[in-house]
């Protein structure tokens, strides 16, 4: 029987022939990723009397979102998560000078296509882009799923985005996905799963991929899936994985609905405070003055993100009202960055280049807003008070956008640079 | 599954997580973001909730970020139920993994005001305004779901497994 992306990975991991979306199973999990969070995980494990997690080697934890610590608290939050890898022996432990948890999955090997993954961060659907189900969950269901190695599913429907065509210079795939919540609601797969395919979709590097996948979680998305074509493949290849089962769609499969956007005429977005489908093309922003431009995130914090901004700024300034501040996703992103220049462009601009990790994104620390400041930023989320004041905007943007607008003052149109 | 029956605040759409629970309180105990909780939104809602209230929201409720601190200080504020238009998956999720009942209905905030009683039956997934109206139903839960609400939250199915350790 034609089956989804989505149906075919639950019923591989639950032992089933078939699966139909509205199904409850139980199913196998193939990793389990914890940020911080596994200090909580880790308690509520002990307060249920369990010593042991179902498989250390499944068992991945990386942190990032306090990096370094910015309070005394969250420091001894790292210690409790250092102690208890430690008490459950767990080898795959990357402390804090690695990156965005998200990214690390992705580069280091851990997230393979086909596989059920769940995280403790909501933007665990980032490694739908080489084909995994994975999402988010909280702590105590991690717990759940450490000491049993399984958890309940509701078996999703699924939305297909057809993507098709080539993007425009100076558009990129942020726009693609602001392009879909502006027109389509922050609901619009929401309990649901998300097929990206098409032309467009094939055309797009990993790094673009991922940035769809990462934001496929504001569209409400439960788990997100690209293909594992050869551009798969080929990042596959560079990583110490073993075997795993290539993602293909099968069109005909019944999904719930199918959207397709034509990339070739798709403009620079933005998406104005304070939810993710308040979206307007740059172009038809009245003059917003930022006060703060942040590039970096799990959702666009990866060396052709940082690039894209310097080559825009290259030669030109961050305008002296703005603070622009660059948040590589991950060390290996840093370091590439270092050796082709990308940084000493961006540092040549004006830009303030920190350390991988969250950063602002999660408004804990690094570069938080006054009230009546605005930010652009390439990151995924502009709830109010995300980013310090709840009396503070944030706007969310391509890299691409918030460069322009570093070197402009005010949130402008790259193309017009 | 007991019924609830409690004064209703009335939310809006799209109220995410990072409303009820700011990321600077990330690091936080439980006691000190109850004093922050949904502030943004409500100010007087630390001090005006008491013990039984239940939360009537529309769509989208819960959406954002994975941090389960946003059921828990609901829960911990007394908030004995959850009837929104639709929810954020993962917090929906949460809520029923720390023994928070929630209950999806359609078209739910409309037919109250803030201040009125909700009589809510979880088991049968339904919603009524004490004040008059008609019984609304919502979507049931999966008997694992509601199994799990009962016994107040999964790390009891858990420590049952286990016999409480290991
Ligand atoms: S970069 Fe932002 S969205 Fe990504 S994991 Fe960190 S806090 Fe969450």
Redesign the pocket.
């Given at each position: 029987m034609a089956m989804t992306s989505a149906e075919r990975i639950l019923a591989r991991a639950s032992g089933r022939d078939t699966v139909a979306p509205g199904d409850y199973v139980t199913a196998d999990i193939d990793k389990a990723m914890c940020?911080e969070g596994f200090a909580a995980v880790a308690m509520n494990l002990g307060a249920a009397g369990i010593s042991k997690v179902f498989d250390p080697e499944r068992v991945v934890v990386i942190m990032?979102?306090y990096v370094p610590p910015p309070t005394e608290r969250a420091a001894m939050i790292q210690k409790i998560v250092r102690g208890a890898v430690s008490a459950f022996g767990l080898p795959n432990f990357y402390d804090g000078r690695y990156g965005?948890?998200?990214q690390v999955m992705m580069e280091r090997g851990h997230a393979l296509p086909g596989e059920l993954i769940v995280g403790t961060?909501?933007?665990t659907c980032t490694y739908g882009a080489l084909g995994a189900a994975s999402c988010g969950i909280g702590f105590t269901e991690m717990a759940y799923a450490l000491a049993t190695g399984r958890l309940w599913f509701r078996v999703p429907e699924t939305v297909r985005f057809h993507l098709e065509g080539d993007l425009p210079p100076l558009v990129m795939s942020k726009d693609v996905i602001l392009k879909i919540a502006g027109d389509h609601g922050a609901e619009v797969a929401q309990y649901r799963a998300a097929e990206f395919s098409g032309t467009g979709a094939g055309a797009m590097t990993m790094a673009s991929r991922m940035t769809i996948s990462?934001m496929s979680m504001e569209i409400g998305a439960k788990f997100c899936f690209f293909e594992t074509d050869a551009r798969a493949e080929e990042f596959l290849h560079g990583l110490p994985v073993g075997g795993y089962d290539p993602l293909v769609f099968d069109e005909s499969a019944r999904v719930f609905a199918e959207y397709s956007l034509d990339l070739t005429s798709l403009e620079p977005q933005v998406a104005l405070p304070h939810t993710v489908e308040n979206v307007q093309p740059v172009s038809s922003l009245e003059r917003t003055p930022i006060h703060q431009a942040l590039l970096?995130?799990?959702?666009n914090?990866r060396l052709e993100d940082l690039q894209a901004a310097a080559l825009l700024l290259k030669g030109r300034s961050v305008h002296p009202d703005v603070r622009m501040l660059v948040?590589p996703?991950s060390w290996a992103v840093y370091r590439l960055a270092i050796d082709d220049g990308t940084l000493a462009d961006l540092v040549d601009a004006g830009a303030i280049v920190m350390n991988p990790?969250?950063?602002p994104?999660?408004g804990s620390h690094g570069g938080l807003l006054a009230q009546d400041e605005a930010c652009v930023a390439s990151?995924?989320?502009n709830f109010i008070g995300r980013m310090g004041s709840d009396k503070a905007g944030v706007y969310l943007a391509s890299p691409a956008t918030v460069a322009a607008s570093a070197a402009a003052g005010y949130i402008a149109d790259p193309r017009d640079l | 599954m007991e019924q609830f029956q409690g004064r209703v605040w009335l939310l809006g759409d799209n109220l995410d997580t990072d409303v009820i629970c700011p990321?600077r309180l990330l690091d936080a105990p439980i006691e000190e973001i109850a004093e922050h909780a949904l502030e943004s939104v409500r100010p007087e809602f630390r001090a005006e909730v008491r013990p039984g209230d239940v939360i009537v929201a529309g769509g989208n409720f819960g959406c954002g970020?994975s941090r389960e601190q946003a059921p828990q200080v609901l829960k911990a504020m007394g908030i004995s139920c959850v009837v929104a238009e639709s929810f954020g998956r993962i917090f929906f999720r949460s809520a029923i993994a720390i023994g928070l009942p929630v209950l999806a209905c359609k078209d739910v905030a409309g037919a109250f005001a803030d201040g009125d009683t909700a009589s809510i039956d979880v088991e049968k997934a339904s919603v009524t305004n004490v004040a008059g109206g008609a019984v609304m139903s919502g979507e049931r839960l999966s008997p694992e779901m509601l199994e799990i609400i009962t016994r107040g939250g999964i790390l009891e199915l858990l420590k049952e497994k286990t016999g409480g350790a290991q």
């Open positions: 940020n990032d979102h965005v948890a998200h961060d909501s933007h990462n970096g995130s799990c959702t914090g948040y996703a990790g969250c950063g994104c999660f990151t995924n989320r | 990321g970020s």
